[in-house]
């Protein structure tokens, strides 16, 4: 059974910074292409990162230069830093291994203007 334990989200200002955890069970994680998505209320869940296994990134235009995904296969986490946060940013984020229907509970980010 595989779990995604999401963490780090909370309430903050305009232009603060946060770094959100999501620490996967079991051996699915040195296998995948790791993802962040949020989803925002009344929004479809939109991929906000994606890292692979050998640490190459691609972000979505709206997070591009703000946000940094990272990954820690030791710890079988993938981390997503995010600077300078904008009030458009507030979200449920959830990780998850791409092409699987595995998800976490997600973690509340909100951004305050």
């Known amino acids: 059974q595989v779990q995604l334990v999401e963490s780090g989200g909370g309430l903050v200002q305009a232009g603060g910074s946060l770094r959100l955890s999501c620490a996967a069970s079991?051996?699915?994680?040195?296998?995948?292409?790791m993802g962040w998505y949020r989803q925002a209320p009344g929004n479809q869940r939109e991929l906000v990162a994606t890292?692979?296994?050998?640490?190459?990134?691609n972000y979505a235009d709206s997070v591009k230069g703000r946000f940094t995904i990272s990954r820690d296969s030791a710890k079988r986490t993938v981390y997503l830093q995010m600077n300078s946060l904008k009030p458009e940013d507030t979200a449920v984020y959830y990780c998850?291994?791409?092409?699987?229907?595995?998800w976490g509970q997600g973690t509340q980010v909100t951004v305050s203007s």
């Open positions: 998850n291994p791409q092409t699987t229907n595995y």
């Open positions: 079991g051996s699915l994680f040195s296998r995948y292409v």
């Open positions: 890292i692979t296994i050998i640490g190459s990134t």
